[in-house]
């Protein structure tokens, strides 16, 4: 397992060399995708139940290899080739390697449902997204998702009746519903609701200042943003 592990902390650092480089090499982000697999089901030989859930290769390495960090990283680098099916195979392969029983896979799901509308399969990502809001309705990623799904085919009343859902007329842009209110906005600027568009628009750019103003006030004081957890915002 040891020897593992080094092969997949020399391929990322290879991954990250060549991006740092503006330098195109794919085949060493699949070749680390391929050693992390054969991790999982070399533990998996040994002790069956090795890293059942995902932050748990992170956590039983002390995060020496940033899993979580390096894989969306990976998602991001085939997202930006347009390698949408490509997306779409490995989301689900992580979603079926792992339980998730202590936290969803939503953002694996979210990046499916994304290569989908990015490919212009708009009904694909719309049947996805329905079976996922269907199945959890009370997650945010899903509920966003949706609001992007049906935007796309051009149901415009059941995008809004999501949004609803989450943020009111009078509520205030926070960092927990930030991604709904991008998909608001969308959804209003598409569908001509130009009072909507604003009032959601103003609601995001008073958010950002206020991040902005808290953050840059924790600068001037020689704060470390590292150790920051979404708690110790004010404004949540």
């Known amino acids: 397992m ?14 990250y060399t060549y991006l740092a480089g503006d330098v195109t090499n794919e085949d060493a982000w ?9 991790i999982v089901r070399e533990g998996r030989s040994q002790n069956s139940n090795y890293a059942k859930e995902l932050y748990l290769l992170d956590d039983g390495t002390d995060y020496e290899y940033d899993v979580c960090g390096w894989l969306q990283d990976y998602l991001d ?11 779409r195979r490995i989301c689900g392969e992580l979603i079926s390697m792992f339980s998730w029983e202590e ?49 796309g085919v051009g149901d415009f009343e059941g995008a809004e009746q999501i949004v609803r ?43 950002e200042k206020e991040v902005e103003a808290y953050f840059s006030g924790m600068d ?12 110790d915002l004010p404004f949540n």
Request: charged content about 40%; glycine content about 6%; aromatic content about 14%.
């Open 77 to 87: 680098y085939l997202d930006t080739g347009k390698q949408y099916e490509k997306i």
């Open 103 to 151: 936290e969803k896979p939503s953002d694996f799901r979210f990046y499916i449902a994304s290569s989908f509308g990015a490919e212009g399969k708009k009904k694909e990502a719309l049947e996805f997204c329905e079976d996922w809001y269907k199945k959890e309705s009370g997650n945010i990623m899903g509920a966003t998702a949706l609001i992007y799904a049906r935007t």
């Open 220 to 231: 001037e004081d020689g704060l470390d943003f590292d150790d920051l957890d979404d708690d």
């Open 2 to 15: 040891k020897g593992l592990w080094k092969k997949f902390e020399r391929l990322t650092s290879k991954c």
């Open 30 to 38: 699949d070749k680390a995708y391929e050693v992390l697999v054969e």
């Open 165 to 207: 859902r989450y943020i009111s007329e009078d509520g205030a842009c926070t960092d927990e519903n930030d991604i709904v209110y991008m998909a608001a906005e969308l959804l209003y600027k598409v569908s001509g609701n130009k009072k909507a568009e604003k009032r959601v628009s103003q609601a995001m750019k008073k958010y």
